[in-house]
């Protein structure tokens, strides 16, 4: 399988597949995501592949976030549509494949790189990954279910202080939150992945696969928590704050924000 912004490695029962956009610390574009979208597909249909690992190439970051450079001119239909065709085409995708799917955390998860971590079956994590979601700072929200999935996952409480706050955990934190599974230096990260896999991959796939439709199905009743997420990220796009935000990333300097709604 080759594509231009990841890499599928095939071995036995298991596939990895990394994101390989290493100087932008692997931000999501648009072509990074149907990348993600077609290998995702391809490896779920087949039947040899009993596990899937998601990371990140380097040693600094899984994927800080969603390509800020891509996005800032959107207006709030771009926005919209942004948010609605990732959440359809990669994250929702990965959180309902038949097949598991392990995100190996690498370094920095932020914005849509800790929700594409979030919509993996699971999480585990190297001593030096920092997780958060930073888009209030930038003047948007989540827009790849990460409103939805992270007070699934730690609790409202604990995603109102991150999500408002913009702030990162560290990977302790993040495993006593219970949004990682395992914590591990990072030489071990792969490693820990693979014996994980090797012990899923014992198992029944078919039961596998059920069981995964089985635990969504309990948190399916928030589908309207999706939708409510993609029409306020949309929104975000006509608002000065949101102009502000990711100019001020682009230009590298601290947004002042208007605060006009
Ligand atoms: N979108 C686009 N480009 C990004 C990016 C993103 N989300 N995150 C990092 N990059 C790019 C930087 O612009 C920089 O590119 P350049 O070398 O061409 O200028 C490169 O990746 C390296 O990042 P840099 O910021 O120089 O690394 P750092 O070690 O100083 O800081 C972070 C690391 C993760 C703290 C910082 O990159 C950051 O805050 N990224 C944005 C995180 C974010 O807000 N994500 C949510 C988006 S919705």
């Keep these: 399988m080759n594509f231009e912004n990841i890499l599928v490695e095939l071995k036995d029962k298991l596939a990895t597949v990394t994101i390989n956009r290493p100087n932008k610390l692997n931000a999501l574009n648009r072509a990074t995501i149907k990348d993600l979208s077609k290998a995702f597909k391809i490896l779920d249909k087949n039947k040899l592949i009993r596990v899937i690992i998601l990371t990140g190439s380097g040693e600094k970051a899984f994927v800080a976030g969603a390509d800020i450079s891509e996005f800032a001119n959107y207006n709030e239909k771009e926005g919209r549509e942004l948010a609605a065709k990732g959440q359809k085409n990669l994250f929702t995708l990965i959180e309902n494949l038949s097949t598991p799917v392990i995100a190996a955390i690498n370094g920095f998860a932020l914005g849509g790189g800790l929700e594409l971590a979030m919509a993996c079956h699971f999480r585990l994590a190297s001593n030096s990954a920092k997780m958060g979601l930073p888009e209030v700072s930038l003047g ?17 409480g604990r995603a109102m202080e991150l999500i408002m706050t913009a702030g990162m955990i560290d990977a ?12 591990v230096p990072q030489e071990e990260l792969l490693p820990l992945c693979l014996k994980i896999a090797g012990k899923i991959s014992n198992n029944s796939p078919v039961a596998i696969s059920y069981a995964i439709k089985a635990v969504n199905a309990g948190f399916k009743s928030n589908a309207k928590g ?3 997420e993609i029409i306020a990220f949309g929104s975000c796009f006509g608002t000065d704050d949101f102009k502000e935000g990711t100019t001020a990333f682009l230009e590298k300097r601290k947004a002042e924000f208007p605060g006009t709604r």
């Design 140 to 156: 948007v929200i989540p827009g790849y279910g990460g409103t939805q999935r992270l007070p699934q996952l730690i609790g409202k």
């Design 172 to 183: 302790e934190k993040a495993l006593s939150y219970g949004l990682v599974n395992q914590v």
């Design 226 to 228: 999706f939708e409510t």
